[in-house]
């Protein structure tokens, strides 16, 4: 058994070594601590998600149950127009918090911002250009309509043109006629291919690139058309078609008669 001095030497000797070492004395006794890594995730309200896919597809026209909320992440905007101001609009110097939320469908993202509920939402028109083959003149491709129908349509540099249609869920169409009619394929002369690239030039279709032509609000069984070259793509509804600028229109027409 110990005696009290021995025991009093002991304590004075482990204060000594504890003030040394600049570590309390029971802390020095206790296990280290960890503490475990927090992830923080915020979800976005279901609302948010609900009021930005019924906006997109009023205006591109796709059902809101084929669009798919891809990214939502919290912002605070600088402005009353989100950051997103429309031509000579006067924004409120306020901030406003709020989300950029990701819009997908296939191989097409939208970008949104919007307030904390996505009652004001604004859609970033400009769309990154879509890539095409190097053999890829031009393509169209509309969609939409009540039926859901898509026709994509490609112009090849060898003047090969090649259409492919799908009917959606249109329960009229039978087999045969789907078979029949899901791919054609037909040529145009090596002159019309270098008349329609020149005309491409000719009427500047690179302006137009990033630039989406809505259909007017209410608007229902309207086909959003895609075109697209190697300098740019653009979207707009056909029920828009006559308000849209006149060398875009030529394009058109002269996209069409090829077809």
Not at 139 to 150: D, L, N, P, V, Y
């Amino acid at each position: 058994m110990r005696s009290p001095v021995q025991i009093i030497s002991a304590i004075v000797l482990m204060s000594a070594l504890s003030l040394g070492s600049g570590i309390p004395l029971l802390q020095a006794s206790a296990a280290p601590i960890r503490h475990p890594t927090v992830l923080l995730t915020t979800a976005y309200p279901k609302t948010l998600s609900w009021r930005v896919r019924k906006d997109l597809a009023r205006r591109v026209g796709i059902p809101t149950t084929e669009l798919r909320v891809m990214q939502a992440e919290r912002k605070t905007w600088g402005d009353g127009c989100l950051e997103l101001p429309k031509t000579d609009e006067f924004c409120t110097q306020q901030l406003i918090e709020g989300w950029k939320v990701v819009v997908a469908h296939q191989n097409q993202t939208w970008v949104y911002h919007t307030d904390l509920q996505g009652r004001l939402l604004r859609l970033a028109e400009s769309q990154p250009s879509e890539l095409l083959p190097k053999n890829v003149v031009f393509r169209s491709r509309m969609s939409g309509g009540f039926a859901g129908q898509t026709y994509d349509t490609i112009l090849l540099s060898d003047g090969t043109m090649q259409q492919a249609i799908d009917m959606g869920g249109d329960p009229r169409r039978t087999q045969s006629a789907s078979s029949s009619a899901s791919l054609r394929a037909w040529k145009i002369t090596p002159q019309k291919v270098e008349e329609f690239r020149e005309l491409l030039k000719r009427e500047q279709f690179q302006n137009f690139n990033r630039k989406t032509y809505s259909p007017p609000q209410g608007a229902a069984d309207f086909f959003i058309v895609t075109l697209a070259s190697p300098v740019g793509t653009v979207q707009y509804a056909d029920i828009e078609q006559e308000n849209l600028p006149r060398s875009l229109q030529t394009i058109i027409q002269a996209w069409n008669a090829l077809k």
